[in-house]
């Protein structure tokens, strides 16, 4: 059996929206089946508000590190995101890039060897258009 080395792992929502589109981006950035992949539910609102779901998000980078020797963190945020049921996309938008900034903190807390970049994905309903952009 040989060892696995990732040069990232993706954390990220599951909304099925966004999952082709994101791992086309991380395949295309990354390359194919050097990146592994998590997510659940609004992931940077489990980290950053440290609930157990986050918890167990947290662990499981700490085994990507372990096991795969990953040097960086790849954070994906998106609009219309049902775990934070925000009506206002500006409100929105605003909510989850403080979520993402203290997602980031507590990652390079636990994890300082990591890099981690936010990245915003945002999708147009109308037109299905798809953009990425980092989060500062």
Known sequence: MGHVTCTATLVRCLD?????????????????EKYESMGIAGPSKEIAKKTLDGECLLNTIGRCIKLHNTPKVVLMLHNDCGNYAIE?????????????????????????????ETIWVEKNFETGQIGFSPIE
């Not at 099925?16 to 194919?32: A, D, S």
């Not at 605003?94 to 980031?104: G, S, V």
């Not at 990652?107 to 300082?112: D, G, L």
């Open 88 to 116: 206002d996309p500006i409100e929105e938008k605003r909510i989850q890039f403080e979520d993402a900034k203290k997602c980031k903190q507590i990652i390079i807390e636990r994890f300082p060897e990591l890099s981690v």
């Open 16 to 32: 099925p929206r966004f999952v082709t589109q994101i791992e086309t981006y991380m395949r295309e950035k990354y390359g194919e």
